[in-house]
Nanobody
Framework: QVQLVESGGGLVQPGGSLRLSCAAS????????MGWYRQAPGKQRDLVAL???????NYADSVKGRFTISRDNAKNTVYLQMNSLKPEDTAVYYC???????????????WGKGTLVTVSS
């Protein structure tokens, strides 16, 4: 069994910062891409940032220059540093990982349960 557990969400004022963390655990052989998606009320889930096993990154245009994704391969953990937060960043943030379980040949997509980020004064 593989689990992704997020932490770090909460309420922050516009212009503030938050750091999200997501740790993968379980019977893991390798982790390919890891990343973050978000879903605002009434909207679809969209990519925020993605990082590959070789640390190549991809960001949504709306967060470029404000958010930074990183990962610690030894800890199977991905982070999202969010600076200069705006009210439109308010959403549930979901951790994503493409994981190859021990004994498997192909990777599967896994999701965390989500953590709420609210940007409001």
């Amino acid at each position: 069994q593989v689990q992704l557990v997020e932490s770090g969400g909460g309420l922050v004022q516009p212009g503030g910062s938050l750091r999200l963390s997501c740790a993968a655990s379980g019977s893991i052989f390798s982790i390919n891409a890891m990343g973050w998606y978000r879903q605002a009320p009434g909207k679809q889930r969209d990519l925020v940032a993605l990082i590959t096993s070789s640390s190549s990154t991809n960001y949504a245009d709306s967060v470029k220059g404000r958010f930074t994704i990183s990962r610690d391969n030894a800890k199977n953990t991905v982070y999202l540093q969010m600076n200069s937060l705006k009210p439109e960043d308010t959403a549930v943030y979901y951790c994503y990982a493409r994981i190859v379980r021990a004994g498997d040949l192909l990777g599967m997509d896994y999701w965390g349960k989500g953590t709420l980020v609210t940007v409001s004064s």
